[in-house]
DNA sequence: GAGCACTGC
């Protein structure tokens, strides 16, 4: 370790003391390794602005918290937690010695809004200030009020690597700003001589253009890809293996959904040079040691509260100034870099100096009952840094209103905070979820609702976009859901705790298990809370029921229905729209509350309101939760015409369909398989793609025509269901669909046993339909044992393979010498394409009155 | 052949 006294904070030493005695208020403007975090607190320790209290330094991460506070405890030659301590959710290394304390920014805000004058603490330190989160502008803002009412004697500094620190200057003034050098090494900037067109020539090309480029002139060092999401990153890594002139690179790619096995292969030592395509979380929260080039694109998917809509965005945007050049600094940690940015000088002028802080674009509804429990009833009248959006503070209020935490009285110009409202806010969550709380006091649930509160705290421990084998292992190990799917994730964590969190169990399931392990401890915490306030958090039988009712009492504004059986389109209340997740098992109730609504923007573009953590709700509760806003909360679900014609239709059936096991959603397809499969047989459609449905068809089109005589349908003898079945494998084998892809057969379900003895050792095992939530088919995760030994043959390895749609592609679990995967999947699609003569030949022996082509 | 950035009490 370098010793710490020469580090450039040290040149501001003097200066630094003499503005917190005479000002009690300073700007630190320092970049990273100046060592501020580490030796200011230390400095105010020397100087004697400790005795009788402490220094509390907040940070924005957990992990530096931790580690910063491990630092300075070295370097002070004292044990962690004595003299230097921190402080993070659930877990904290304090004494009542300690005189330096690192916490995280939720800490000290929590703390205020309980201790109003901050007793013994002497100084607080804003650290990473320029990060803007939401906390930290409102801890500066209370803390500022409390220095100015009644603690006149208390320190404010605040530190930023960049800032504009203009505003701020005025905000703390009167205040002092100190500037201080970082030790960073110098990164060249270059830009695109002209505009690049994404839409033409997609940004994942541009930047493989670009790596290649650059590859062939710098000498040494990895390189860093910056690209807004995962469906990018994926699409720049397929570029950068393709190109010829970066055959020597490893490429990995870097997003906070991947497992952590994935994270730590991309943040890895190699012997090849490496270029890792990530997402912002490189851009502050992970450090990667010798990247000496950037390939910035200059954009961000950014996350949005819409006050106007009361729903949370994710858009691609155009990152700020400050934004590029702190990914620019990524290349110059460990020696001089190069950044080459995806736009032009031109454009990079007109780009915002800062992004937005967060007061500007998030929910505010925490913080606004944070501030009424402080007995800032006018929020709009707070002294902010940077005042919200009008909309955006009314919205809060509202919520806050609609769950009851504030309530308006006529002689009153504002909100005040209720008794429901304080109680709401001993629990450090969401104002939606404290509410879900207290009604689960009444209705005797509140073990499973505090669990269902810490399910959802962490990041999504339950990863999107797994592959077959493990959606597959879900609903074996998860089984049926139909009430919510926090039941589902319920689950999912208990599997994760019973096996002890081990990496293999959860890479089976697809759980992300360090996010997992945060469930137990946080619901330990919540218990604690409802049980110090008094609620009852015994072990009880609970109704399924009654733990519904408490998500529509937290989330009634979330309320949506669908539309139609066909698609997973829905009305939500307040005359929005949205789309049901895929990922919900609530794909079957017509009624139900999302405790997430977020609009998103997908590859292509294209946006979408997304309806996930879906809970199902039956039409009875609303009356009986909201005698008030019955007609307020539905009328907008049925008053729409379009939705009348559906309506009739629907209640044109209901009767006769509710006799059956059937439900109503089932009519439109059952109606739509009746038409196809007539028209198929009169051989006016001509079946050339092999439909995973047609099983199903038959199956609907039968019922219907039992059950509604009146629509004239046909019912599909045993004959017709050979005739469509011949048809089909005639259409499979080789037939292309409608990308002009060939087809693979997938026979089992069409032929007799004694055909698939026949061709057995030919075809993939097929298992069983989709159980109804998702009608696909499900493959088996082994396939013909002639394939396998074709495998064996070519690498000499045991190869796992998927068998998709037209292709069959291998996945071998061995990396070449370069680190790269083994790729074969064109060699046994090839391959497998031979066997068809062989089949078809055996087909024709046994349908001799077809011609198999 | 799709639909998802990062934190924090």
């Given at each position: 370790m370098p010793n710490p006294r020469e580090l450039p904070i040290y040149e501001l030493e003097s200066a630094i003391v003499e503005a917190v005695r005479a000002q009690g208020r300073l700007i630190v403007q320092a970049p990273t390794g100046s060592g501020k975090s580490t030796q200011i607190p230390q400095m105010l320790l020397r100087h004697g602005f400790l005795d009788g209290g402490e220094v509390v330094v907040l940070q924005p991460r957990r992990l530096a918290t931790r580690m910063l506070a491990k630092r300075v405890a070295e370097e002070m030659e004292t044990p962690l937690g004595d003299i230097v301590g921190y402080q993070i959710r659930l877990e904290s290394r304090l004494s009542?010695?300690?005189?330096i304390r690192f916490v995280t920014e939720g800490i000290l805000l929590r703390q205020m809004s309980f201790?109003?004058?901050?007793?013994?603490?002497?100084v607080i330190v804003f650290d990473e200030?320029?990060?803007?989160h939401l906390y930290g502008d409102i801890s500066l803002a209370r803390a500022l009020q409390i220095q100015q009412s009644t603690r006149p004697d208390l320190k404010i500094i605040v530190m930023s690597?960049?800032?504009?620190?203009g505003a701020l200057k005025n905000y703390l003034s009167p205040c002092e700003v100190l500037v201080s050098q970082g030790r960073s090494f110098p990164v060249k900037i270059e830009y695109l001589q002209k505009t690049a067109d994404f839409e033409r020539e997609p940004v994942w090309d541009v930047a493989a253009r670009e790596c290649a480029r650059v590859a062939a002139q710098s000498a040494g060092g990895d390189f860093l890809v910056f690209m807004p999401g995962a469906y990018e990153i994926s699409r720049t890594v397929q570029a950068l293996q393709g190109s010829r002139e970066l055959r020597d690179f490893v490429v990995f790619p870097l997003h906070g959904e991947l497992p952590p096995e994935a994270q730590d292969r991309a943040v890895a030592r190699y012997d090849a040079r490496k270029i890792i395509v990530s997402?912002?979380?490189?851009?502050?929260s992970l450090t990667i040691d010798g990247v000496t080039v950037v390939i910035d694109c200059g954009l961000a998917r950014v996350a949005r509260f819409d006050p106007h809509r009361g729903i949370n965005t994710l858009l691609i945007e155009k990152i700020s100034v400050a934004s590029a050049d702190q990914r620019a600094g990524?290349?110059?940690?460990?020696a001089p870099g190069v950044c080459v940015r995806l736009w032009t000088e031109r454009e990079h002028a007109q780009?915002?100096?800062?992004?937005?802080?967060e007061v500007r674009r998030l929910d505010l509804a925490e913080v606004v009952l944070t501030l009424k429990a402080s007995g800032i009833d006018d929020v709009a009248g707070f002294p902010w840094l940077e005042k919200p959006d009008a909309k955006g503070l009314e919205r809060a209020e509202m919520l806050l209103e609609d769950l009851g935490a504030v309530a308006r009285h006529e002689k009153d110009a504002h909100a005040t905070i209720t008794e429901t409202g304080r109680r709401m806010l001993?629990?450090?969550?969401?104002p939606r979820y404290a509410r879900m709380l207290l009604e689960a006091d009444a209705r005797g649930c509140v073990r499973p609702v505090a669990m269902m509160a810490a399910l959802v705290q962490?990041?999504?421990?339950?990863?999107?976009?797994?592959?077959r084998a493990v959606e597959e292992a879900r609903e074996d190990l998860l089984g049926e859901e139909t009430e919510s799917d926090f039941f589902l994730l319920m689950r999912a964590w208990r599997f994760a705790d019973q096996n002890r969190y081990s990496m293999d169990a959860c890479r089976r399931l697809g759980i992300h298990s360090m996010g997992a392990r945060q469930v137990g401890p946080l619901f330990a915490e919540f218990l604690r809370i409802a049980e110090r306030e008094g609620l009852d958090a015994g072990e009880k039988r609970v109704e399924g029921e009654a733990v519904s009712k408490c998500v529509l009492a937290g989330f009634s504004g979330q309320l949506a229905k669908r539309?139609?059986?066909?698609?997973?389109r829905c009305d939500l209340v307040h005359k929005r729209r949205g789309v049901l997740a895929r990922?919900?098992?609530?794909?079957?109730?017509p009624l139900f509350v999302a405790a997430e609504v977020s609009e998103v923007e997908g590859r292509g573009g294209e946006v979408n309101v997304l309806l996930s953590m879906a809970t199902a709700v039956r039409e009875p509760w609303l009356k009986e939760l909201f005698p008030d806003a019955y007609f307020e909360a539905t009328s907008v679900v049925y008053d729409e015409s379009a939705k009348r014609v559906i309506a009739k239709r629907e209640r044109r059936f209901r009767d006769l369909v509710l006799e059956?096991?059937?439900?109503?959603?089932?009519v439109p397809y059952d109606a739509a398989a009746a038409l196809l499969t007539q028209q198929v047989l009169a051989g006016k459609?001509?079946?050339?793609q092999w439909d995973e449905n047609v099983e199903q068809w038959i199956v609907r089109v039968n019922r219907l025509a039992e059950w509604f005589p009146e629509l004239e349908v046909n019912p599909i003898t045993d004959a017709d269901r050979a005739t469509l079945i011949e048809q089909i494998c005639y259409g499979e084998l080789g037939a292309k669909d409608v990308r002009g892809k060939p087809v693979m057969p997938v026979l089992r379900d069409w032929l007799t046993a004694e055909q698939l003895a026949v061709i057995d050792d030919y075809l993939p095992e097929r298992l069983v339909?989709?159980?109804?939530r998702r009608s696909r088919v499900r493959y088996a995760k082994e396939g013909p044992p002639i394939l396998s030994a074709r495998i064996q043959e070519l690498y000499g390895v045991e190869g796992r393979f998927t068998l998709g749609h037209g292709r069959v592609s291998v996945k071998i679990e061995v990396l070449a010498p370069n680190q790269r995967p083994i790729q074969v999947t064109d060699d046994l699609t090839a391959f497998w394409r031979d066997m068809y003569p062989k089949i078809k030949a055996e087909l024709s022996r046994r349908y001799p009155r077809h011609e198999w082509r």
């Open positions: 009542k010695h300690t005189k201790d109003a004058t901050l007793s013994g603490v002497n200030f320029h990060e803007r690597a960049t800032l504009d620190a997402t912002n979380v490189a851009e502050t990524r290349a110059g940690r460990t780009r915002p100096a800062q992004e937005l802080p001993r629990f450090p969550v969401h962490g990041r999504n421990f339950l990863l999107r976009g797994v592959p539309l139609d059986a066909g698609t997973l990922e919900s098992a609530m794909q079957r109730a059956s096991r059937a439900s109503a959603d089932d459609i001509k079946l050339e339909m989709g159980n109804g």
